[in-house]
């Protein structure tokens, strides 16, 4: 009997547990050149608003030694391009599909959720709450609990299909959890990047031309595993890790806390194929313990029962 590495998501069957992040996969169509991107549990699609954006000016990366700093600011082709451009072809690809999306006011981020929710070939919907709320002064949607419900509240009711929301790492990741749960969320992402800033000592300037970036990869994977796995310990909505995972492990760690999932995002800019490595991995790492499916390793770690079985 072969190794089951489905999960299943707020009622969704995903292949395995691998999703490609979203602002590092593209549309998930940039990939094809590198492999078949039906493999994959699933692809969440790089952040679509009403309108879509330009983004910020250049220069909006930076490559740290354990990381990447980037302040794209959000640029996006509008939902309206994305449906007549991109759609067509997704919907003739054979994995789960996850609109990421976002807005600076509540009334934005319904009228996305709208847009999206009637598109064929989107099957889930994941809400990027870490934008700042200008009808608010500014504050950032993610890091306030009231506001987190408040607009959660106001999508779930407007939309039919399941609802992730991606929480922000710069918030009380328990308190945000309950607050998104409550407003409806089906599954939550857990993390975004984490604000950071890099200097050029010589020319003596911003490595950024915003200034402040999201930092992720390997740098952020510990401080990604503690939020996962406090979340976890809060809601019982399903729980998909992101931060850092560039290895089979590396997801492992979050499901073993309780993730049902787990998003691969910079790791694709320096190997394009780590999703086919990490599913190879993933095979090697339940016949190595002898597990039989994906679902024997989740939360394993604070369930009670017996360590796995090392064959090694």
Same mark, same amino acid.
């Given at each position: 009997?072969?190794?089951?590495?489905?999960?299943?998501?707020?009622?969704?069957?995903?292949?395995?547990?691998?999703?490609?992040?979203?602002?590092?996969?593209?549309?998930?169509?940039?990939?094809?050149?590198?492999?078949?991107?039906?493999?994959?549990?699933?692809?969440?699609?790089?952040?679509?608003?009403?309108?879509?954006?330009?983004?910020?000016?250049?220069?909006?990366?930076?490559?740290?030694?354990?990381?990447?700093?980037?302040?794209?600011?959000?640029?996006?082709?509008?939902?309206?391009?994305?449906?007549?451009?991109?759609?067509?072809?997704?919907?003739?690809?054979?994995?789960?599909?996850?609109?990421?999306?976002?807005?600076?006011?509540?009334?934005?981020?319904?009228?996305?959720?709208?847009?999206?929710?009637?598109?064929?070939?989107?099957?889930?919907?994941?809400?990027?709450?870490?934008?700042?709320?200008?009808?608010?002064?500014? @504050?950032?949607? %993610?890091?306030?609990?009231? &506001?987190?419900?408040?607009?959660? $509240?106001?999508?779930?009711?407007? +939309?039919? *299909?399941?609802?992730?929301?991606?929480?922000?790492?710069?918030?009380?990741?328990?308190?945000?959890?309950?607050?998104?749960?409550?407003?409806?969320?089906?599954?939550?992402?857990?993390?975004?990047?984490?604000?950071?800033?890099?200097?050029?000592?010589?020319?003596?300037?911003?490595?950024?031309?915003?200034?402040?970036?999201?930092?992720?990869?390997?740098?952020?994977?510990?401080?990604?595993?503690?939020?996962?796995?406090?979340?976890?310990?809060?809601?019982?909505?399903?729980?998909?890790?992101?931060?850092?995972?560039?290895?089979?492990?590396?997801?492992?760690?979050?499901?073993?806390?309780?993730?049902?999932?787990?998003?691969?995002?910079?790791?694709?800019?320096?190997?394009?194929?780590?999703?086919?490595? @990490?599913?190879? %991995?993933?095979?090697?790492? &339940?016949?190595?313990?002898?597990? $039989?499916?994906?679902?024997?390793? +989740?939360? *394993?770690?604070?369930?009670?029962?017996?360590?796995?079985?090392?064959?090694?």
């Amino acid at each position: 009997m072969g190794l089951d590495l489905s999960v299943e998501i707020g009622g969704l069957k995903f292949k395995n547990p691998v999703i490609l992040a979203s602002g590092c996969a593209g549309y998930g169509l940039e990939f094809e050149d590198f492999f078949d991107i039906s493999l994959a549990g699933g692809v969440s699609l790089k952040g679509l608003s009403v309108k879509g954006s330009g983004g910020t000016h250049p220069p909006r990366i930076w490559e740290t030694p354990a990381g990447l700093i980037n302040a794209i600011g959000l640029q996006n082709i509008g939902i309206d391009a994305f449906i007549r451009d991109k759609a067509p072809r997704l919907r003739k690809i054979d994995t789960v599909f996850i609109a990421n999306f976002y807005g600076h006011r509540i009334e934005e981020y319904t009228e996305a959720g709208v847009m999206l929710d009637q598109e064929e070939c989107v099957d889930a919907l994941e809400m990027n709450i870490s934008c700042p709320n200008i009808s608010e002064g500014g @504050i950032q949607f %993610g890091v306030n609990p009231p &506001l987190v419900y408040k607009v959660v $509240s106001a999508c779930r009711k407007a +939309i039919k *299909k399941p609802l992730w929301v991606k929480l922000s790492p710069s918030s009380d990741i328990r308190e945000t959890a309950k607050a998104a749960v409550e407003g409806g969320a089906d599954a939550l992402t857990v993390i975004n990047t984490i604000p950071a800033m890099a200097v050029d000592v010589e020319k003596i300037e911003f490595r950024i031309h915003n200034r402040v970036g999201g930092l992720s990869g390997p740098a952020i994977h510990p401080i990604a595993v503690r939020m996962v796995n406090d979340a976890c310990q809060t809601v019982k909505a399903p729980v998909i890790g992101c931060g850092g995972v560039e290895k089979a492990e590396d997801g492992i760690e979050f499901m073993l806390l309780g993730a049902t999932a787990f998003q691969v995002g910079t790791a694709l800019f320096r190997n394009p194929l780590a999703p086919v490595e @990490i599913i190879e %991995g993933l095979e090697k790492y &339940l016949e190595r313990h002898g597990f $039989s499916s994906m679902n024997e390793i +989740i939360g *394993k770690l604070h369930n009670g029962n017996d360590k796995p079985r090392s064959c090694s």
